[in-house]
């Protein structure tokens, strides 16, 4: 478990301020955040490497903000794997057994289970010059994992790889946290990639906890403008929210009537996802509570999806698959009908 009170750094150019999380014991927590918003600064600091202006860091009832990073019963690995170049695999997954006082052969039987784990026994001759990203990023987890951390610092450790191994090292994570049962603490700047491994994420900005949730909460319940278009909702206006029909609600953008759930009244933020937005060339037969009718404006292709910028008013981005958009014979300048459930629009 790890507990973080009100933690303060200040790098001069840079401050972290009033970090407050709880991370519980065998959770895959995601720190998520823009390049510059500090997620790096704050692994650092639990690691040791920074002192804190103020505040606590306890791991496992014990505050360690005092203590030597050797000392603190934590694994880092970075996005750039940091192996020594002139040390073969075995020889870098061993080093900081070695410096701890045992002898090699000592040391080369204490990794023999993360070796076999991870599936890299065919590498340990080998120079780091010689590997792929994803051997590399293997080999860099073998070495955190052999001195047996309390906790495992993961910065950004998919950001160099291409997407195949993006996704096979990706797996590898998964499979060793449900195996092992560790506490990690992993930092992206990737959303598709913190909704995948996270069992909650902590947003970041400027140095400043944003949101803290389950990635559901996260994906459709954005808390502040800054949260939503981190998560790419994409749509978000500012909208006067008044009271509707049998006590329900609906917002007013611009000329259009947007029927919403929510018992938030005045001005508000909302946020629509694309993919909670139905396209077709023809009416909607559907019992969804917002159709209205638009031109598109803009196609932005993205290989298996595009996205069509309707223009209503408002301007609704919305997504479809390609399949979809030939079928539909869409184009730039047609007219589409659009459809959202009531509950797809998020207030806030």
Not at 58 to 87: A, S, T
Request: charged content about 25%; proline content about 4%.
């Amino acid at each position: 478990m790890i507990e973080i009170r009100d933690l303060s750094v200040d790098l001069g150019d840079f401050n972290l301020k009033d970090v407050n999380l709880h991370v519980q014991s065998g959770e895959y927590f995601v720190i998520l955040g823009p390049t510059g918003s500090g997620k790096t600064v704050l692994l650092e600091t639990i690691a040791g490497l920074y002192p804190a202006k103020h505040g606590e860091i306890w791991l496992d009832g014990q505050e360690i903000m005092k203590l030597e990073p050797e000392n603190r019963g934590v694994g880092f690995v970075y996005q750039d794997h940091v192996l020594f170049p002139h040390l073969k695999v075995m020889d870098n997954i061993i080093f900081g057994l070695r410096r701890q006082g045992r002898s090699k052969k000592e040391a080369r039987s204490e990794v023999a289970w993360v070796v076999d784990f991870l599936g890299i026994s065919h590498l340990l001759g080998r120079k780091p010059e010689t590997l792929s990203g994803g051997e590399k990023q293997k080999v860099a987890l073998a070495r955190a994992l052999v001195m047996e951390p309390r906790v495992l610092l993961l910065d950004e450790p998919l950001s160099a790889l291409d997407p195949a191994g993006k996704e096979k090292v990706q797996r590898e994570l998964r499979r060793l946290h449900e195996r092992l049962n560790l506490t990690v603490l992993h930092v992206t700047h990737d959303f598709e990639e913190a909704v995948s491994l996270g069992d909650r994420i902590a947003v970041i900005g400027e140095g400043r906890i944003r949101q803290v949730g389950n990635p559901e909460e996260i994906f459709h319940k954005p808390g502040s403008e800054f949260v939503a278009r981190f998560a790419l909702a994409r749509n978000i206006t500012v909208a006067d929210v008044q009271d509707g029909d049998d006590g329900g609600a609906f917002a007013i953008v611009g000329e259009t009537r947007l029927e919403v759930l929510t018992d938030l009244r005045g001005k508000c933020h909302l946020s629509l996802r694309p993919e909670d937005i139905l396209v077709s060339a023809e009416p909607f037969k559907s019992s969804a509570r917002n159709s209205f009718k638009g031109k598109i404006t803009r196609v932005l292709d993205k290989g298996s999806i595009l996205y069509l910028t309707v223009s209503v008013p408002p301007d609704l981005i919305c997504m479809v698959t390609r399949r979809s958009f030939a079928e539909m014979e869409l184009k730039e300048g047609g007219e589409v009908h659009v459809t959202f459930k009531a509950s797809a629009v998020h207030v806030f």
